[in-house]
């Protein structure tokens, strides 16, 4: 099953009409009580990655789901066509580990960070910051912090998770926000794909 595409703005001009089909597909599939609240809450948090990236930011937004041996997997997503070459994405899948970034805190502040840049034609301002980012989900390098080794465009929360947990530091600032996250806690997994015309976002919960 999967709802219909839902255009949200910066603006969150749209929020209600997610909320709304949020609601109808719990309804649809009889998703009651502590799973229909983490839905929704997940749903909530989907949408705040959208507010405030740019003035003309538009995103596409639905859910959809999948009858599997385990359950029903559900997945909240969202699309953004964008404006990237080669060049830029390169430097988003292989951001350097040293310099702070402050403005791009948490998992879906940094997710929106990456919504923002990567929607940008390449110019020397987000060159420098691309390359200047820290701790953006521990280094986004290919083949490490959660990006697939098969797929270099696949940023993926299980395996950023399984980076954060092998290390050998007690207690480090990526894992705090992985505790801190409403995202991190109740989704089962979080994908994130930079392709060449779009950036997408797919939030998994599994409704056993």
Do not use: P
Not at 77 to 88: A, G, H, L, T
Not at 130 to 137: G, H, P, T
């Amino acid at each position: 099953m999967k709802t219909d595409v839902i255009m949200i703005h910066g603006d969150l001009k749209g929020h209600s009409q997610a909320m709304q089909a949020e609601e109808k597909f719990a309804a649809y599939h009889e998703i009651y009580g502590k799973n229909a609240l983490h839905l929704r809450l997940l749903t909530e948090e989907a949408i705040s990655m959208i507010h405030g990236i740019l003035d003309d930011f538009r995103a596409d937004f639905w859910l959809e789901s999948e009858r599997t041996k385990k359950g029903l997997l559900c997945r909240i997503c969202i699309s953004v066509e964008k404006q990237v070459n080669r060049e830029q994405e390169a430097h988003i899948l292989s951001v350097a580990t040293s310099g702070k970034n402050e403005n791009a805190r948490g998992i879906v502040g940094k997710i929106r960070e990456i919504f923002r840049r990567s929607l940008q034609t390449a110019s020397n301002e987000d060159e420098a910051f691309l390359q200047s980012m820290n701790n953006v989900w521990s280094g986004i390098n290919i083949g490490h912090a959660g990006f697939s080794a098969h797929d270099v465009n696949f940023w993926s929360l299980q395996l950023y998770r399984q980076e954060i947990e092998s290390k050998k530091e007690v207690k480090t600032t990526e894992w705090d926000e992985l505790e801190k996250s409403i995202i991190a806690k109740l989704a089962d997994e979080v994908k994130v794909w930079l392709n060449n015309d779009s950036t997408e976002v797919t939030i998994e919960k599994l409704i056993r």
